[in-house]
């Protein structure tokens, strides 16, 4: 066979497929960060921060964020978007907003609004409190700061409060009722509202969330209620306030024809509305830009068969074309793009615990016993005589048939717990064998493959799914999963993943390999005594701020990583928090850990006054159980 080579673990992992050119393999065969694609001499070594993470005593599962790939995706979009319009002759500009659902983290949105400071690079809220946050931390009066979302009074007079502050606020109408409320909140105070009216669009998206488009959509304006607000706006002198026409169809597109389609109508509505006195300034596409979740390029939910180049290209060059058709004047094109700035930036990375295995613990002394039964006599022979020569595929349906034999036996208290136990360890050294002599052939038949579905590894993670991984569990969506380390090795282990939660739904098993097959499970490499790190990527959209309190184990420690060539190993950690502790998450849910502690400590001192617990031993209990309040929920 030939040597496993570093360029077979980058094509078993399709690193080049979802890594956006911020991952690669380095030659002592561990995964690296490369924090701007434009230089592969600037990398990190992910073993390198990991090393220095338990030198700080930082316990994994952890979440990496790499804010310098958060800025490089913020950079990059804009100049796209530049290099577009100059060479359209596009007479607008691009001013793209992030819209903070996706990400609500204070530092991600810190990190974006830096970066954007000299693209004029805004933020987008969709209810009170991340208005709230977007007020205080959007202070640019250049930049745009776009409001969806429902919206009551007290909404609206944040709103306010922005204009007040001469910050471009723009309310965006979701639903005709609304109007009334906007006038009403801003007639007599001297400051006029930036307005603007989101429509349903009759072209819906591709992919999961294709239903979120169209006439049934939840947010938006039909036609009609579009003709009926300029009216009502016409009526109470407030159509110069109207600048902006809003429309998406839908997360994650999965097809470039969708983006296409829905440009083309919505340049078309833009015209009209324009045609019917509004001055409309912005032209917002929302949302939509996808991720490469899993690689392949195509229409998968889980992909894009597009890049940014041509999405950009889509977007401006059928813009002007529509306004040129009807000479409009070009407007500003706004984006809404979350998840394809924050995907990247961010992973988690837990160590493998443990390994499930059917096939591991089977009993050493499987030697022929007097008076045996013949169910017992037959998988024997079996599994001793089995072959290259052997029908394989009679084996195993005898394989089957004599293991279902043997439990109906134990039903009836034929069987002993022995005898069972004896079948179940011959099953499995039989199905072993006959995969083996299927592999050492090349023969991959069905039976081939079921096998070693059946006879795969479970590798227990350090980590909830529920917590970070959720869309993983609630959507089937595909986020890469790579080891950290011995990428220079052939992963021989075929496993899928399992967390510490003490749900079933706990895991992960579904994978797609470099041609877009999807497998259950994953090659990962043999458990041996030293700590085995996976990374589970493209968690920065979503998942960091969506995950529960499933078995209270609450949020992640997290690591703030920075690329700074003058550091020892090219990075500096700039933060650390912890995650959560036992007692956080147990006051998120109504219990008092002071009064826990408390009725613990009542307890044991009762067993002392019993003389059943000593005085010395009860106070380190209650010692232990008050440190374990403190503690980080995931295991060490």
Known sequence: ??????????????????????????????????PNPSNKNQSIDMMDILN???????????????????????????????????????????????PIKVNQMREVVEEIVDAGKKFDYGLEAGSKAELMAVLAYNRSKSSLTILNGYKDEEYLKLALLGRRLERKIIIVIEKYSEIESIINVFKNTGVSPILGIRSKMTVKGRGKWESSSGERAKFGLSVSEIVKTIYLLKDNDMLDCLKLLHFHIGSQITDIQAIKEAISEGSRLFCEISKMGATLDYFDVGGGLGVDYDGTASMNNSSINYKLDEYVADVVYGLKQACDTENIAHPTIVTESGRALTAHHSCVVTNIIGEIDNNKHLLDDLSPRDNEHIILKNIRVLERDLSAKSNLQEA?????????????AFKLGIFSLEDQAIVDSLYWKTLTKIKEIFEDSKKYTETYYELSELLASQYLCNMSVFQSAADSWAIDQILPVVPLQRLNEEPKSNCSLVDITCDSDGKIDKFVDHEGSVNKNLKLHKLDEKNYYIGLFLTGAYQDVMGDMHNLFGRLNEAHIYFHEDEADNFYIEETIHGSRAEDVLSTMQYNPQYMAFLIKDSIDQEISAKKIAPREGVKLIDFYENCLKEYTYLK
Not at 82 to 93: A, D, L, R, T
Not at 396 to 405: E, I, T, V
């Open 1 to 34: 066979m030939s040597k496993w080579t570093i360029k077979k673990s980058k094509d078993l992992y399709n690193i080049a497929g979802w890594g956006n050119g911020y991952f690669d393999i380095n030659e002592d065969g561990h995964l690296m960060v490369i």
């Open 52 to 98: 220095e993470l338990k030198h700080e005593g930082v316990t994994f599962p952890v979440v990496l964020r790499f804010h310098d790939i958060l800025r490089a995706q913020v950079e990059n979009i804009n100049k796209v978007f530049k290099k577009h319009i100059s060479e359209s002759g596009f007479k607008g500009k691009f001013q793209g907003v992030f």
């Open 396 to 408: 195993y349906n005898d394989a089957l048939k004599y293991k279902s034999d043997a439990i109906s």
